[in-house]
């Protein structure tokens, strides 16, 4: 719980849920929500509340892989996931964070997104939301980190922002792959021709409500269009520190077993942080949902 909000913050949305920002003026906690026996109306306030709000969250739930994928398809179509092996056995849109081994094999992805990002930027179609429902969690460390890029956009003079609004960045699949800290590899043909490069706004549009953000990535950028690097590259950086390493725009989650936090990744950015892997266990299931063409 948030104890730095006080709880005059609540405020009603729609008829059925209350909520109070995760910081001021980004993110919903909502209260008194249990998402396996809610009923239609307050679940589709839920979903409201993830559209205007930019991440929510809940505690205490008691969610299993069948109410997940019920759940997320309230938001648009669940994503496929890249790595089928990681995905919990009859529910292939539920996709397992995990250090845990079994019989010798990883039982899913471990360290997956340490370094900031937003989810599939290196697809035409990013996803539009991200997931992650806390089955087990270690006792410290492991702190998913998201950043409100609509705040970052909105705190730049307007002439920087008429300086950044346009630019195009060029996001490769490959480049991530070959570079990542953890898990690099190269790329198959196949894969190769299946993951085109992409070229995405810097700065992009929430349909919901036209609001902007600021909307770098750190993994999949190789170059802002119109400009050679590194000028190129450290305006990204630049803009990446910007955005992260000031906390009035960071939520930090801490963790508890039955937490279910999900960011809207067309005006955040996010990640996870690392924790003591020889001695706890981590274990998150994590669901997305489609995006389309970013704008
Ligand atoms: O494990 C985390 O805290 C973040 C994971 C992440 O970035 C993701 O699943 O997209
Ligand atoms: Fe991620």
Same mark, same amino acid.
């Given at each position: 719980m948030n104890t730095a909000i006080p709880n005059t913050a609540i405020e009603e949305v729609g008829i059925k849920v209350r909520t109070r920002p995760l910081m001021p003026g980004f993110g919903a906690e909502i209260l008194d929500v249990d998402l396996a026996r809610a009923d239609d109306a307050t679940l589709d306030a839920v979903v409201d509340a993830f559209h205007r709000?930019?991440?929510?969250?809940?505690?205490? @739930?008691t969610m299993t892989p069948a109410t997940l994928t019920e759940f997320i398809a309230r938001f648009g179509e669940p994503e496929d996931h890249t790595l089928k092996e990681f995905t919990v056995p009859g529910f292939p849109k539920v996709y397992r964070l995990s250090n845990? %081994? %079994?019989d010798g094999k990883p039982i899913g992805a471990h360290n997956d997104g340490v370094g900031w990002h937003t989810d599939y930027s290196d697809k035409a179609e990013p996803v539009m939301a991200t997931m992650l429902y806390a089955v087990e969690v270690p006792a410290e460390g492991s702190d998913t980190l998201v950043a409100d890029c609509v705040a970052a956009w909105n705190a730049?003079?307007? $002439?920087? @922002?008429?300086e950044l $609004?346009?630019? %195009? %960045?060029h996001h490769s699949y490959q480049h991530f792959m070959r570079t990542r800290e953890f898990g690099a590899r190269e790329l198959s043909d196949e894969l190769k021709a299946a993951n085109p490069d992409v070229y995405h706004p810097l700065v992009r549009t929430h349909p919901a409500?036209?609001?902007k953000a600021l909307w770098p990535s750190t993994g999949t950028v190789i170059e802002v269009m119109?400009?050679?690097?590194p000028e190129g590259l450290d305006l990204v950086q630049e803009l990446v520190d910007f955005i992260t390493t000031q906390d009035r725009f960071i939520y930090r989650h801490k963790w508890q077993v039955g937490d279910l936090l999900m960011w809207d990744n067309r005006c955040t950015l996010h990640t996870g942080t690392l924790f003591d892997d020889t001695k706890y266990i981590r274990e998150m299931h994590r669901l997305w949902v489609r995006g389309d063409r970013p704008y």
């Open positions: 709000h930019g991440a929510i969250m809940l505690r205490g @739930q845990r %081994v %079994v730049l003079s307007p $002439e920087r @922002q008429a $609004e346009g630019l %195009v %960045v409500d036209g609001r119109g400009k050679p690097n």
